[in-house]
């Protein structure tokens, strides 16, 4: 760190000089396409001179602000290593966050917080606060509620976390299901067998085991029903022990086959409910019941209820602004029709 002193009309202004390193994560991740993420980090510190030359960031100004800007720099890094990713939205709430449990909530103290290692190295982990807490919700209960907007990882941290209790050895298999809602009444008319016609409604639970568990090893647990993918109809009439089970897309269920799903829970079981309740596939006359089984289990212990949002979108950054402009809408309409209807 050098140190440079100027005089001026008898007053001595010390900048101080440093140069940070970038070599433990990927820089365009950290400074952001065309450097957006860089610029957040300029306007947060108008006082420092900041520049990025290839894996490093050098900065200029009071000494005072180079330790701040450090030491919001290093969370960032810190953040990056274990996450691997990070959006420009949590980028500028970890520059903006003051206090030392804010923080915490960005940054995770421990190092150990990969869900599951898959083919080729990869990490898989909780990648934003909510992910992190229906982590956590989902090692201290039996059942979670995931409740967001798409894009929010949902489906793919509660398979992460299914796989992580099958290779941990706490359940002895992973149960996989949805409504087949979309399809309707054309299934007869799609080409092929009943599992053909079936599988695509069923591909991003799919696509989320293809990047946790090598082809090979899949294979052998499907073949062996280790791993089971299968519509919510097929859960009738069973008793799942020593499971993992997860139902996605539970807001085309209707009331009795979400209460069907949930009393198929058997001993030494976990279960995870995802859903959107702005995206109900359900015919005009049948009503989701995932609103109601929401409400009427808030408060049994052993259960719990978590709620994603925009914050936790890790899709294309579009994905944030189209889920506010269709929330935003919504509230309109809202408030449009409680004052028609209040007249």
């Given at each position: 760190?050098?140190?440079?002193?100027?005089?001026?009309?008898?007053?001595?202004?010390?900048?101080?000089?440093?140069i940070?390193?970038?070599?433990?994560?990927?820089?365009?991740?950290f400074?952001?396409v065309?450097?957006?993420?860089?610029?957040?980090?300029?306007?947060r510190?108008?006082?420092?001179?900041?520049?990025?030359?290839?894996?490093?960031?050098?900065?200029?100004?009071?000494?005072?602000?180079?330790?701040?800007?450090?030491?919001?720099?290093?969370?960032?890094?810190?953040?990056?290593?274990?996450?691997?990713?990070?959006?420009?939205?949590?980028?500028?709430?970890?520059?903006?966050?003051?206090?030392?449990?804010?923080?915490?909530?960005?940054?995770?103290?421990?190092?150990?917080?990969?869900?599951?290692?898959?083919?080729?190295?990869?990490?898989?982990?909780?990648?934003?606060?909510?992910?992190?807490?229906?982590?956590?919700?989902?090692?201290?209960?039996?059942?979670?509620f995931?409740?967001?907007?798409?894009?929010?990882?949902?489906?793919?941290?509660?398979?992460?976390?299914?796989?992580?209790?099958?290779?941990?050895?706490?359940?002895?298999?992973?149960?996989?299901?949805?409504?087949?809602?979309?399809?309707?009444?054309?299934?007869?008319?799609?080409?092929?067998?009943?599992?053909?016609?079936?599988?695509?409604?069923?591909?991003?639970?799919?696509?989320?085991?293809?990047?946790?568990?090598?082809?090979?090893?899949?294979?052998?647990?499907?073949?062996?029903?280790?791993?089971e993918?299968?519509p919510?109809?097929?859960?009738?009439?069973?008793?799942?022990?020593?499971?993992?089970?997860?139902?996605?897309?539970?807001?085309?269920?209707?009331?009795l086959?979400?209460?069907?799903?949930?009393t198929?829970?058997?001993?030494?079981?976990?279960?995870?409910?995802?859903?959107?309740?702005?995206?109900?596939?359900?015919?005009?006359?049948?009503?989701?019941?995932?609103?109601?089984?929401?409400?009427?289990?808030?408060?049994?212990p052993?259960?719990?209820?978590?709620?994603?949002?925009?914050?936790?979108?890790?899709?294309?950054?579009?994905?944030?602004?189209?889920?506010?402009?269709?929330?935003?809408?919504?509230?309109?309409?809202?408030?449009?029709?409680?004052?028609?209807?209040?007249?």
């Amino acid at each position: 760190m050098a140190t440079i002193k100027y005089f001026i009309t008898s007053q001595i202004i010390t900048l101080t000089e440093t140069i940070i390193s970038l070599n433990t994560v990927n820089p365009i991740e950290f400074f952001g396409v065309n450097n957006g993420k860089l610029d957040v980090l300029k306007k947060r510190f108008p006082l420092l001179k900041i520049l990025s030359r290839g894996t490093q960031i050098k900065m200029s100004g009071a000494p005072e602000q180079i330790e701040i800007a450090k030491e919001k720099i290093e969370l960032l890094i810190q953040y990056l290593e274990r996450n691997g990713s990070l959006s420009e939205n949590y980028f500028s709430k970890i520059l903006g966050g003051d206090d030392a449990e804010s923080i915490d909530n960005f940054v995770d103290k421990h190092p150990n917080d990969v869900l599951v290692f898959g083919p080729n190295g990869k990490t898989v982990r909780a990648r934003t606060v909510n992910q992190k807490r229906m982590v956590e919700a989902a090692d201290k209960n039996d059942i979670v509620f995931a409740i967001g907007p798409a894009g929010t990882g949902k489906t793919y941290t509660a398979v992460a976390l299914a796989v992580r209790a099958l290779k941990n050895k706490i359940v002895k298999k992973i149960i996989l299901t949805r409504p087949a809602v979309e399809a309707g009444e054309s299934l007869g008319f799609l080409p092929g067998d009943l599992k053909e016609k079936i599988d695509p409604y069923l591909r991003p639970l799919y696509d989320a085991l293809d990047d946790m568990i090598p082809a090979d090893k899949l294979g052998y647990y499907m073949s062996t029903r280790t791993i089971e993918i299968a519509p919510l109809a097929y859960m009738r009439g069973r008793t799942l022990d020593n499971a993992f089970i997860i139902l996605d897309e539970s807001q085309n269920t209707n009331d009795l086959q979400l209460k069907m799903f949930l009393t198929r829970i058997g001993a030494n079981a976990k279960a995870i409910i995802t859903g959107d309740p702005t995206q109900i596939d359900l015919p005009r006359n049948q009503r989701s019941g995932l609103e109601k089984a929401s409400r009427i289990l808030k408060n049994i212990p052993g259960i719990a209820h978590i709620q994603l949002d925009e914050e936790d979108v890790v899709r294309h950054k579009l994905v944030k602004a189209i889920i506010k402009a269709y929330e935003k809408d919504h509230k309109e309409e809202e408030e449009y029709y409680n004052i028609r209807n209040s007249k």
